[in-house]
């Protein structure tokens, strides 16, 4: 069964960073285009940035300059650098498959909370 763990979340003041890690097991991520999720209470799930299995990126509009997606596809691993965090930064943060009909199993997401 595939299984996906986010990791490296936790409380940060405004303005600080954090990065997240996302690994999976008896899945490749190498041919996957793969994005980060995230979800604040109460709100929709949303897509906060995307890269694609050639490498190319995209990010929403709210993180764009703050935020970098990235992989390692040798550590079957995808990366958010999350900089200049702001209190509306804050939410449950995913990672999964993009532009799929079937996303993959979704993991337990990582917590990520911005305050002073």
């Known amino acids: 069964q595939v299984q996906i763990v986010e990791s490296g979340g936790g409380l940060v003041q405004p303005g600080g960073s954090l990065r997240l890690s996302c690994t999976a097991s008896r899945i490749i991520f190498r041919g996957y285009h793969m994005g980060w999720y995230r979800q604040a209470p109460g709100k929709q799930r949303e897509l906060v940035a995307r890269?694609?299995?050639?490498?190319?990126?995209n990010y929403a509009d709210s993180v764009k300059g703050r935020f970098t997606i990235s992989r390692d596809n040798a550590k079957n691993a995808v990366y958010l650098q999350m900089n200049s965090l702001k209190a509306e930064d804050t939410a449950v943060y995913y990672c999964n498959t993009v532009f799929v009909t079937t996303p993959l199993p979704w993991g337990q997401g990582t917590q990520v909370t911005v305050s002073s």
């Open positions: 890269i694609l299995s050639g490498g190319n990126t």
